[in-house]
């Protein structure tokens, strides 16, 4: 199966606007420049208020979900060997076999779902072991499916009807002991001796096949209408036909129906190798997120597995990235903050600028590369900037920042200051939403050394509403810190117009972390911190520089 070459572009695991936005404008970038659709914009986690209200303003769909990036079945190579229909004859699946030469066949449902899989070793068993001379009936055959089977046409008698009841007699005695044998509703072989044909219909049987003829007579064709006896005739002889007929029996009564060991294309290769290993079958169905069959794997498949590969913006921290990035090949990164703990394998293009916010870095690449900017990418672009500057108070901003912002604001046709507060107004409306949400809205995991610690930060232009907030987070950041091995929690409650904010702290030595890095008191879990409006550059660096001199 040929597989989609795809390039994801994604950012960290819980989200900003910057994060999703840069993910969006970096892949068209990509997309124009190349002229291809081979990058495409992902999310590793849920979207938060603004970043919502962003993504509806300009008409832009959120990027697709990716919160793991390891190999997956359709990462593999997947044989696109084709099913049959649940309809088909043992005859003809025997035949799909051996012109794929395969010994598994997937049985499909007339919609293309999985339905059972027959093997040759199934076709070997039936015909190996002593099966009941009702099979054929307690198969519900098709009288058309006898006929194609044995070469033969149906010449009296509705041929889409079904041998659902009796046995099968080969007719080898003379017509006088016929009764001793023949039963009402039996399927009868029986040559071109019409004596032996009359005899059988008299009888009660269900279907005459005849053979070594093309046609009956006008009266034997008479008298099986009369007892509604479907007659078929076939030029093979008896020998010939009595070993074919079992043949036409339809597929699916001899499949595997049950306890299938099958595969979904999104399921884990590590989830997968041990049941592979485990039952060492030779093949192994896959099917798509609709339940329709798409082709087999093997063990075999297990060694060419694809990695998928990775564009990161907007972050450089292993535990902020999506979850098995070991597994996936990164190609690139494009990054405002400092250089973290993400490794690489091989050498990788890695762009990274003291500025504010990634889009702005995005901006100074669409320049170099000659691709016009989009509206609705200036608008993104525009919205991650204000987004991460808070409107250019954050120590973060740069003059680039600003001037990039500016004229992305002019190429939406927005009012940039009129637009940031409709734009932080929605991300600061929390009403309804649990302190979980809250605190991990926008959430992120540090490591240094031994120490484990997240900060999560909410900005506001509401005094009263941050105030409302600390009240809710308190008592749920003893909930919530140890979880992961995370030993402190801080959240930032900024006050974007008073560019101030109040920190919550929680965790052991979270208030000496305080102490020494700012010189404040932490009160009941609570400090101020005048003009700090930055976790990027103002609390982590702090909390970095104590952390390394302690």
Known sequence: MERMDKIFVVGHKNPDTDSICSAISLTYLKNASSGSDRYKACRAGQINEETEFVLKYWKCDP??????VGTQVHDM?????????DDITIRIAWEYMKESETVTLPIMSEDGKLEGILTVDDIAKYYIDAYTKTIMSEAKTKYYDIAETINGNVVVGNEHGIFCKGKVVVCAASPEHLGHYIEQDDLVITSDREDTQRQ???????????????????????????????VICTTFDTYTVARLINQSIPARYLMKKKDIIAFKQDDFVDDIREIMGKYRYRDFPVSDYNGRYVGMISRRSLINVKKKRLILVDHTERSQAVDNLDEAEILEIVDHHR???????QPVYFRGEPVGCTCTILYSMYHEQG??????????????IVSDTLLFRSPTCTPRDERAARDLAEIAGIDLEA????????????KGKSPEEILHQDYKKFIFGETVFGVGQISSMDEEELKEIAGTLRPYLAEECGKGGTQMIFFMLTDILTEDTTLLCYGKGSDGLVRDSFGAEVTDGTCLLPKVVSRKKQLIPAFMNTLQNA
């Not at 990027?63 to 793991?68: A, G, T």
């Not at 008299?202 to 008479?222: D, F, K, N, Y």
């Not at 989009?374 to 991650?384: D, E, F, N, R, V």
């Open 63 to 68: 990027p697709s979900y990716l919160p793991n």
């Open 77 to 85: 190579d997947i044989d696109d060997s084709e099913g049959a229909p």
């Open 200 to 230: 059988a219909i008299e009888l009660g049987a269900s279907c005459l096949v005849v053979t070594l003829m093309e046609e009956v007579s006008p009266e034997i064709r008479q008298l099986a209408e009369e007892h509604s006896c479907v």
């Open 339 to 345: 250089i973290g703990t993400v490794e690489t394998l």
């Open 371 to 384: 691709v016009e900017i989009p509206p609705y990418i200036a608008g993104l672009m525009c919205s991650a």
């Open 419 to 430: 637009y940031a507060k409709e734009m932080f107004r929605a991300g600061s409306n929390l």
